[in-house]
């Protein structure tokens, strides 16, 4: 699979006749071995995280379903009486599993921001990055069905809206949109179907996690000076050095979650999502999970429906297209110091956005009035700023990035990654070779 | 770097600012405490009780509270929990309490309609048989069933503490309310089409179908504390809040256990970190 | 092979540094695993009935309502359970063959409560494979199951058929004398 060689020796009996018919005992010790860069900074640890997210949310959720009613009817008094009150520690595999959602996002887009910072998209690593879009999208979709399970008002609403959006295309939206609800209206088909798809799009999760381990395998990690590894003595085996440390990443991420579990559970939930779905009760604020808000501001942000729905699919895309938009020879943000700034603005872009799609679209952005109105809005609503905060996004990827990788001043590129390392006073030189210099 | 200085304060602004919502308005909610707002504050039991009452003998006339059942009033962190009695369907004031409802059922033997006197496993019984009653008893109205209330609504006990002291606020002259509903500055709510003074000043609030609830002393509290309207309120909210959440005492205790457990796991995950990393440059 | 990969060097450290180094890592594993064991607790106790399905664990039945000579079949814990008001001729029958041959021997007064021998409360679920007998069948003047031919006496013990063992008692106790709580 990769061109390190395996250094296991079984050393029972048992282990060279298991070796001889299913290597995995080999394979895991190969695994531990792998050589990783040395220069690993803690942003690193967010895979390892991710990983211990995807664990908690499906024993969390296998639990949860012991419990579940999935039916119109039964499914909020089910989690609200029967899960929440009377099931031993219910609350607390519930609160565990509804905070996992928004800590398992968190993680994710720091572990995103660390890919596009650091370059880790970029040749040889195309396919990891785009099974990273994939897991992510998949994501998104298992939060969104995960979301409508408890039958709140939010539940329903989000459904309704979002299902909704598939009206938008042309002859055959219509009759789409009724095939996913099973009905004419978001109703208990619809809420069945989600339960089954959320059940199990996890462990279609997990296949294409399993994939984009193996592709990082292939060409190894990358690193904070985006210069390949030159020898081993760039590297240090994955265990004990870096099972350690993505420990106590998870500890410490664990801490975080811990917060939220215990004293702010509700903090990331809509009050309404206290309140039964109401087919004939709009709520006041159709708001959804924090983690879709930047893509809901985009979709809003354009008046008419399709176009909304086609940019929210294009913000996405841009994302898969990323190896091939950048056409810098440089790898690492590092050292392409306007690269960084443009992406920094683009990330202020990413949370203004968010913070747009928390607030009603005329909602104004700065005290006083809505503002001249130009087109449909005032220009001081939120609707202009997704706007300007979208042209920026979508600016980011077709014109900056790809112009930039011409036009760009980069910092010198040290010549190996262990370089900016082996200053350090506690490090035994251990041989680092100095290779020809070579573009990342 | 500049850029990137730009682009923060630009941020913060955005962020900080609040904008302005077109449509509903109301007061901001009155600054009341309560002992389990803290993360490592607990419900006070004798306020739980005292909320009891005041739900029994005032709100339970037309509000609901359905998923709450007579055994959870001897749970742990209950308003009636009693050490020496862990289950709490063995608990005798919980049993007595359930005793005095009486429930619709089937005789055994005829299988006629009867009563039967509750048992703890029995919910709270719901003063209308279903909505479209509730609605007929009170102008139209549905009074909210109160199980999950104060977890439904933006500031919970403080929002049912407003709500209900605000009630019956003298409206301000210009403002037409219509007949069966009252003027309450603190239910949200949008007064331009009843207002008739200066549009640039439209009160705050809504109307709300509810008569205010409470007087002075409407309910005698067994401890004697003194019955005020806003002494109710405090603890009738709080009474909702501990039926919204009745697991907050446990998750706060569970999670102080769980942070120093986390604390002091990462604190060694840590060490053992550097010790092996010690002699390799990073 | 791995050539030149820095592990921590061990020819700078004395003897106490490696062993406080060990002791580290091993207390690091300890907690790990005891924090492992605490969270595994929550997830399988959440298995265990929860309190809805606990509340209706016991239930109280008012003994009035059973006349001599007559029997209820009740549900408790969503099992089919016999209350029996047995008449003096049933008791002394009982008592009489407190020591003969059976599959599962027992006094009539080990089945009932001390001065309460007129009421029986056992399980209806027949031993062998579940049915519920009725009663007046079979000779020895108890229940017949009429699925296999199981045959009770006045006392619900095993005299003739495959039922290995005799109807099983419930835990119940006297609230008062017309009242028992069962369970």
Redesign the interface.
């Given at each position: 699979m990769d061109e390190h060689i395996s250094t296991y020796q079984p050393k029972s009996a048992f282990e060279r006749w298991l070796d001889a018919r299913l290597p995995i005992v080999r394979f895991s010790a190969d695994l531990m071995e792998f050589p990783t860069p040395r220069n690993l900074n803690y942003w690193w640890t967010f895979g390892g995280i991710l990983a211990f997210c995807l664990a908690v949310q499906i024993v969390t959720g296998i639990v949860l379903a012991m419990h579940y009613d999935p039916s119109g009817a039964g499914a909020f008094l089910s989690v609200q009486r029967t899960i929440m009150r009377d099931v031993n520690y219910g609350w607390l595999v519930r609160s565990i599993h509804a905070n996992g959602a928004s800590m398992f996002f968190l993680a994710v887009y720091i572990h995103i921001a660390r890919g596009m910072y650091y370059g880790s998209y970029k040749a040889p690593r195309e396919v990891l990055w785009l099974l990273g879009c994939v897991i992510y999208v998949l994501m998104m979709a298992t939060a969104f069905m995960g979301y409508v399970l408890p039958w709140g008002q939010m539940s329903f609403w989000g459904a309704k809206v979002i299902t909704s959006l598939l009206g938008a295309f042309p002859v055959v939206g219509d009759p789409i949109t009724k095939l996913l609800w099973g009905g004419f209206a978001v109703d208990s088909p619809t809420l069945t179907r989600f339960f089954s798809l959320h059940y199990l799009l996890p462990f279609v999760i997990a296949a294409v996690v399993a994939l984009h381990i193996w592709a990082l395998h292939v060409p190894g990690n990358n690193n904070p000076t985006g210069v390949n590894v030159k020898s081993k003595a760039d590297t240090v085996p994955f265990h004990p050095y870096y099972t350690v440390k993505d420990l106590f990443g998870v500890s410490v991420f664990v801490i975080v979650f811990a917060i939220f579990i215990f004293y702010l559970p509700d903090a990331l939930q809509k009050t309404d999502n206290n309140i039964e779905a109401n087919p004939l009760v709009t709520p006041a604020h159709i708001v959804p999970e924090w983690y879709l808000l930047p893509f809901y501001a985009i979709l809003r942000a354009i008046p008419d429906k399709l176009t909304g729905v086609l940019a929210l699919a294009a913000a996405l895309g841009s994302l898969f297209a990323l190896p091939w938009i950048d056409t810098s020879k440089v790898r690492s943000k590092r050292y392409r110091p306007m690269a960084r700034n443009l992406w920094l603005i683009w990330v202020a872009a990413v949370f203004i956005l968010g913070w747009c799609g928390s607030q009603e679209p005329d909602g104004h952005v700065f005290p006083g009035g809505a503002g001249p109105v130009f087109l449909d809005y005032g220009i001081n609503t939120v609707t202009w700023l997704s706007r300007i905060a979208a042209l920026y996004y979508f600016a980011w990827f077709w014109v900056i990035t790809p112009i930039l990788g011409f036009r760009e001043k980069t910092l010198p590129v040290p010549d190996s990654l262990a370089t900016p390392v082996l200053s350090h006073p506690a490090t035994v030189p251990a041989g680092a070779a100095a290779a020809p210099q070579t573009k990342g | 770097m500049r850029l990137l200085s730009l682009a923060a304060a630009v941020g913060a602004a955005v962020l900080a600012a609040a904008p302005a919502f077109a449509a509903s308005t109301q007061a901001p909610l009155k600054d009341v405490r309560w002992s389990f707002e803290s993360p490592l504050g607990f419900y006070d039991q004798e306020q739980l009780q005292r909320g009891y009452k005041v739900y029994k003998e005032v709100c339970s006339a037309c509000h609901a509270m359905s998923m709450v059942a007579f055994r959870n009033l001897g749970d742990k962190g209950a308003p009636f929990f009693d050490p020496k009695y862990p289950n709490p369907n063995d608990n005798p004031v919980v049993k007595t309490l359930a005793r005095d409802v009486q429930y619709p059922d089937i005789d055994s033997d005829t299988g006629e309609a009867i009563h039967r006197p509750g048992t703890t496993a029995d919910y709270f019984p719901s003063p209308f048989p279903n909505p479209v009653a509730a609605r007929a008893a009170n102008g139209g109205a549905l009074p909210p069933d109160m199980s999950l209330l104060a977890a439904a609504r933006e500031g919970g006990p403080r929002y049912i503490y407003s709500v209900v002291t605000g009630d019956g606020t003298t409206p301000p002259a210009g403002l037409t309310v219509p007949t069966g509903k009252y003027y309450d500055p603190w239910m949200p709510g949008d007064l331009t089409g009843n207002w008739k003074g200066d549009p640039k000043n439209v009160p705050v609030g809504g109307f709300i179908a509810m008569p205010p609830p409470l007087t002075a002393n409407r309910v005698t509290f067994d401890d004697g504390t003194p019955a005020t309207i806003e002494q109710q309120a405090k603890d009738v909210a709080a009474f909702l809040t501990w039926a919204a959440d009745p697991k907050m005492d446990e998750r706060k205790e569970l999670g102080i256990e769980v942070m120093i457990f986390l604390v002091v796991f990462s604190g060694l995950l840590y060490a053992s970190y550097r010790s092996i990393w010690r002699k390799v440059g990073h | 092979?791995?050539?030149?990969?820095?592990?921590?060097?061990a020819d700078?450290e004395g003897p106490t540094d490696e062993g406080r180094?060990d002791f580290?890592?091993l207390?690091?594993a300890a907690?790990?695993g005891a924090?492992v064991v605490?969270i595994a607790w929550?997830?399988i106790?959440?298995?265990?009935p929860?309190?809805?399905?606990?509340?209706?664990?016991?239930i109280?039945y008012d003994l009035s309502?059973v006349a001599l000579g007559q029997e209820v079949t009740?549900a408790w814990r969503k099992q089919p359970v016999f209350i029996r008001h047995r008449t003096q001729a049933e008791i002394d029958a009982a008592v009489r063959d407190d020591h003969a041959p059976m599959k599962d021997p027992a006094t009539d007064a080990s089945r009932v409560k001390p001065g309460h021998a007129q009421w029986l409360i056992v399980s209806a679920s027949c031993t062998h494979l579940g049915c519920v007998p009725t009663f007046k069948g079979g000779d020895y003047g108890g229940w017949l199951c009429p699925c296999h031919g199981s045959v009770y006496d006045t006392s619900a013990r095993i005299r003739k058929g495959p039922a290995p063992k005799n109807l099983y008692l419930v835990p119940y106790e006297f609230l008062s004398p017309t009242k028992v709580k069962i369970g």
């Open positions: - | - | 092979m791995v050539d030149s990969v820095a592990h921590p060097v700078h180094r580290l890592y207390a690091t907690v790990g924090g605490a929550p997830l106790d959440q298995l265990n929860s309190a809805d399905t606990l509340a209706l664990a016991s109280e309502k009740i």
